[in-house]
């Protein structure tokens, strides 16, 4: 079965840096745009970056453009989030998605920026 699998979560200080990793299996990873989205308490889930099928080709969110970097390893299956510069403002739940005719979404992993 279809499966993304969140990690790399956790508390950090502003100013710090986090990578998550999400890691597919169940359907052709390497044929799949992939992307990130948050949701912080209260508010809507938001798309945070995205990355097309190949890896040539990413967009961003403006809140992070600058600050995080989208990449993916289609030999592993992999799509990964190097945050950095982190704020309070980016606490949230994060979710991977892959799209391809059909729309699968891991389970999230929480990121807390605070002192």
């Known amino acids: 079965q279809v499966q993304l699998v969140e990690s790399g979560g956790g508390l950090v200080q502003p100013g710090g840096s986090l990578r998550l990793s999400c890691t597919a299996s169940g359907f052709t990873f390497s044929s799949s745009a992939m992307s990130w989205y948050r949701q912080a308490p209260g508010k809507e889930r938001e798309l945070v970056a995205v990355i097309i099928s190949t890896g040539g080709i990413s967009k961003y969110a403006d809140s992070v453009k600058g600050r995080f970097t989208i990449s993916r390893d289609n030999a592993k299956n992999t799509v990964f989030l190097q945050m950095n510069s982190l704020k309070p403002e980016d606490t949230a739940v994060y979710y991977c998605?892959?799209?391809?005719?059909?729309?699968?979404w891991g389970q999230g992993t929480q990121v807390t920026v605070s002192s």
């Open positions: 998605k892959a799209t391809r005719f059909v729309a699968y």
